[in-house]
Protein backbone atom coordinates (compact mmCIF):
# COMPACT_ATOMS: atom_id res chain seq x y z
CA UNK A 1 0.00 0.00 0.00
CA UNK A 2 1.00 3.44 -1.17
CA UNK A 3 1.32 6.41 1.68
CA UNK A 4 2.27 9.83 1.29
CA UNK A 5 3.79 11.65 3.59
CA UNK A 6 6.34 14.79 3.98
CA UNK A 7 9.60 14.34 3.79
CA UNK A 8 11.70 14.51 6.80
CA UNK A 9 15.62 15.34 6.95
CA UNK A 10 16.78 11.85 7.88
CA UNK A 11 15.67 10.73 3.96
CA UNK A 12 17.90 12.86 2.25
CA UNK A 13 20.20 10.25 1.41
CA UNK A 14 17.06 7.91 0.07
CA UNK A 15 15.45 10.55 -2.10
CA UNK A 16 19.04 11.52 -3.50
CA UNK A 17 18.94 7.80 -4.41
CA UNK A 18 15.24 7.78 -6.31
CA UNK A 19 16.37 10.75 -7.64
CA UNK A 20 19.53 9.70 -9.32
CA UNK A 21 18.24 6.06 -9.95
CA UNK A 22 15.06 7.86 -11.59
CA UNK A 23 17.45 9.90 -13.78
CA UNK A 24 20.20 7.50 -15.12
CA UNK A 25 17.40 4.57 -15.50
CA UNK A 26 14.43 6.14 -16.62
CA UNK A 27 15.12 9.05 -18.35
CA UNK A 28 16.98 8.30 -21.36
CA UNK A 29 14.33 9.24 -23.82
CA UNK A 30 15.61 12.52 -22.50
CA UNK A 31 19.21 11.97 -22.09
CA UNK A 32 19.97 9.21 -24.59
CA UNK A 33 22.37 8.35 -22.02
CA UNK A 34 24.74 10.93 -22.84
CA UNK A 35 27.04 11.24 -19.95
CA UNK A 36 27.57 15.26 -19.54
CA UNK A 37 23.34 15.71 -20.09
CA UNK A 38 22.97 13.06 -17.20
CA UNK A 39 25.99 14.60 -14.89
CA UNK A 40 23.98 17.91 -15.88
CA UNK A 41 20.62 16.73 -14.64
CA UNK A 42 21.73 14.55 -11.24
CA UNK A 43 23.96 17.75 -10.51
CA UNK A 44 21.68 19.07 -7.51
CA UNK A 45 20.47 16.06 -6.42
CA UNK A 46 23.17 14.93 -4.14
CA UNK A 47 22.19 14.59 -0.31
CA UNK A 48 23.48 17.21 1.22
CA UNK A 49 21.43 19.38 -1.91
CA UNK A 50 18.51 17.47 -0.75
CA UNK A 51 19.08 18.67 2.84
CA UNK A 52 18.92 21.98 1.90
CA UNK A 53 15.67 21.32 0.01
CA UNK A 54 14.49 20.11 2.98
CA UNK A 55 15.14 22.99 4.89
CA UNK A 56 13.37 25.12 2.24
CA UNK A 57 9.90 26.26 1.90
CA UNK A 58 9.06 23.69 -1.10
CA UNK A 59 6.97 21.03 0.04
CA UNK A 60 9.21 17.75 -0.56
CA UNK A 61 7.28 14.62 -0.06
CA UNK A 62 7.79 10.75 -0.53
CA UNK A 63 5.40 8.12 -1.33
CA UNK A 64 6.03 5.05 0.40
CA UNK A 65 5.46 1.37 0.96
CA UNK A 66 6.54 -0.02 4.00
CA UNK A 67 9.77 1.74 5.17
CA UNK A 68 11.14 2.24 1.47
CA UNK A 69 11.00 5.69 -0.11
CA UNK A 70 9.41 4.54 -3.78
CA UNK A 71 9.23 8.07 -5.09
CA UNK A 72 9.70 11.64 -4.11
CA UNK A 73 7.87 14.91 -5.73
CA UNK A 74 7.42 18.92 -4.76
CA UNK A 75 5.72 22.00 -5.13
CA UNK A 76 6.53 25.32 -4.83
CA UNK A 77 4.18 28.55 -2.91
CA UNK A 78 3.95 29.18 -6.43
CA UNK A 79 1.74 26.44 -7.66
CA UNK A 80 4.08 24.16 -9.36
CA UNK A 81 5.52 21.01 -9.12
CA UNK A 82 9.09 20.91 -9.06
CA UNK A 83 9.69 17.55 -9.71
CA UNK A 84 7.96 14.34 -9.60
CA UNK A 85 10.13 10.90 -10.42
CA UNK A 86 9.90 7.03 -8.99
CA UNK A 87 12.18 4.79 -7.75
CA UNK A 88 12.83 2.56 -11.23
CA UNK A 89 11.39 -1.05 -9.32
CA UNK A 90 8.07 0.87 -8.76
CA UNK A 91 7.09 2.12 -12.41
CA UNK A 92 3.95 1.47 -13.50
CA UNK A 93 2.94 0.47 -10.02
CA UNK A 94 0.49 3.58 -8.91
CA UNK A 95 2.96 5.50 -6.50
CA UNK A 96 4.08 8.23 -9.13
CA UNK A 97 0.04 8.66 -9.07
CA UNK A 98 -0.62 8.63 -5.44
CA UNK A 99 2.31 11.52 -5.41
CA UNK A 100 0.96 13.35 -8.07
CA UNK A 101 -2.98 12.99 -6.54
CA UNK A 102 -1.35 14.38 -3.12
CA UNK A 103 0.86 17.24 -4.58
CA UNK A 104 -2.12 18.32 -6.74
CA UNK A 105 -4.67 18.30 -3.74
CA UNK A 106 -1.63 20.35 -1.59
CA UNK A 107 -1.83 23.26 -4.11
CA UNK A 108 -5.58 23.24 -4.49
CA UNK A 109 -5.61 23.71 -0.42
CA UNK A 110 -3.65 26.39 -0.57
CA UNK A 111 -5.72 28.05 -2.37
CA UNK A 112 -4.18 27.47 -6.15
CA UNK A 113 -6.83 26.93 -8.94
CA UNK A 114 -3.92 26.13 -11.66
CA UNK A 115 -1.16 24.27 -11.07
CA UNK A 116 2.15 23.86 -13.73
CA UNK A 117 5.28 21.99 -14.37
CA UNK A 118 7.80 21.10 -16.97
CA UNK A 119 7.74 17.72 -17.63
CA UNK A 120 10.37 15.23 -19.47
CA UNK A 121 9.69 13.28 -22.55
CA UNK A 122 9.87 10.29 -19.93
CA UNK A 123 6.68 11.82 -17.82
CA UNK A 124 5.42 13.25 -20.91
CA UNK A 125 2.15 11.25 -21.48
CA UNK A 126 2.00 10.09 -17.80
CA UNK A 127 0.94 13.43 -17.42
CA UNK A 128 -1.66 13.56 -20.11
CA UNK A 129 -3.02 10.51 -19.06
CA UNK A 130 -3.77 12.44 -15.83
CA UNK A 131 -5.54 15.41 -17.16
CA UNK A 132 -2.01 17.97 -17.36
CA UNK A 133 -1.70 19.78 -20.74
CA UNK A 134 0.69 21.33 -22.72
CA UNK A 135 1.03 24.95 -22.05
CA UNK A 136 3.76 26.27 -24.58
CA UNK A 137 6.70 25.88 -26.20
CA UNK A 138 9.58 23.25 -25.05
CA UNK A 139 12.05 24.66 -23.26
CA UNK A 140 15.53 23.84 -21.88
CA UNK A 141 16.37 21.62 -18.75
CA UNK A 142 19.06 20.19 -17.79
CA UNK A 143 20.53 19.85 -20.44
CA UNK A 144 17.59 18.28 -22.58
CA UNK A 145 13.87 19.59 -23.74
CA UNK A 146 11.38 19.92 -21.12
CA UNK A 147 7.37 20.53 -21.82
CA UNK A 148 5.43 23.16 -20.11
CA UNK A 149 2.12 21.70 -18.85
CA UNK A 150 -1.12 23.06 -17.12
CA UNK A 151 -3.76 22.08 -14.61
CA UNK A 152 -6.61 23.37 -13.38
CA UNK A 153 -7.09 22.08 -9.58
CA UNK A 154 -10.59 21.51 -8.12
CA UNK A 155 -13.77 21.25 -9.84
CA UNK A 156 -13.65 21.67 -13.65
Known sequence: MVHVRAARPED???ISDVLIASIRQLCAPDHQNAAAAIDAWIANKAPGQVAVWLEGTNGVRVATEGDE???VGAV???GE???LYVAPRHRGKGHST???RALEAELAEA???EARLVSTKTAHGFYLDRGWRDDGAQVTCFSTRGQP???R???A
Request: glycine share 8%.
Open 76 to 78: SEE
Open 111 to 113: GHQ
Open 69 to 71: ITA
Open 153 to 155: LGP
Open 81 to 83: VLL
Open 12 to 14: APR
Open 98 to 100: ALL
Open 149 to 151: MRK
